[in-house]
Structure formats: C-alpha cells, structure tokens
C-alpha cells in the first residue's frame, strides 16, 4: 500500500518560510514525476511544482523565484521550501506521486492527471 505523508505546515506571516515534507511509504519516487498541489475551498487544485524523474523542476508562476521543490532519493521523502510567503499562498498543501515513469510535458505542466498517489494534505495559512 502507498503511503504519503505531508508535514511542515502551519500558520506564519506574510514574507515568512515554511518547508513543507512529503514522506514515501510503498512507492519509491525514483522514477516518478513528483509534485506538490494546492487548494483553496470553492477553488480548483492548483499545481505549485513538479520534478522529474531526471531532475528537472518546473513550477507555477505564482511561486517561480519563492518555492523551491526537492527530492532526497536516500529518504525517500519531497520537499518544498517556501519563502516570501504571501496570504495568497494560503492553502491545503498536497504532495503527490506518478506510479510509472514521470518524465515529459505532463510532468513539466504540473498536470494532476498525472498523479496516481495522493498525500492527505497540510495547511498553511500566511496572515497579512
């Protein structure tokens, strides 16, 4: 059974860091196009970043210059450094995981059909 398990979130002010973790269980990412999503009630998800199975990182460009996506292959685990956070930015944070190979254009555009492994989420709520 996969297991994903987000931790890290929380309540900070505007121009505040959070780092976000996204913990593997069942799945290794090592081949898989890796990616952490955010949602607003009454908003659709929205992808924040992606990495792929090679290395590459794509992000949104709401967060370009701000977040930055990780991945430690040793632990298994994704994480997701946000500085200059903004009340914008506030959210239900999800990490997620392609069960098959992940590199290309899907990846790349953060795509959630993507995505075949979902984490429970983390809120991070950034006060003005």
């Known amino acids: 059974q996969v297991q994903l398990v987000e931790s890290g979130g929380g309540s900070v002010q505007a121009g505040g860091s959070l780092r976000l973790s996204c913990a593997a269980s069942?799945?290794?990412?090592?081949?898989?196009?890796v990616g952490w999503f955010r949602q607003v009630p009454g908003q659709e998800r929205e992808g924040v970043a992606s990495?792929?199975?090679?290395?590459?990182?794509s992000y949104a460009d709401s967060v370009k210059g701000r977040f930055t996506a990780s991945i430690d292959n040793a632990k298994n685990t994704l994480y997701l450094q946000m500085n200059s956070l903004k009340p914008e930015d506030t959210g239900m944070y999800y990490c997620?995981?392609?069960?098959?190979w992940g590199s290309g254009p899907s990846c790349r555009a953060i795509q959630d059909s993507l995505f075949d492994y979902w984490g429970q989420g983390t809120q991070v709520t950034v006060s003005s």
């Open positions: 997620a995981a392609s069960r098959l």
């Open positions: 069942g799945h290794r990412f090592t081949d898989s196009c």
């Open positions: 990495i792929e199975p090679i290395g590459r990182t």
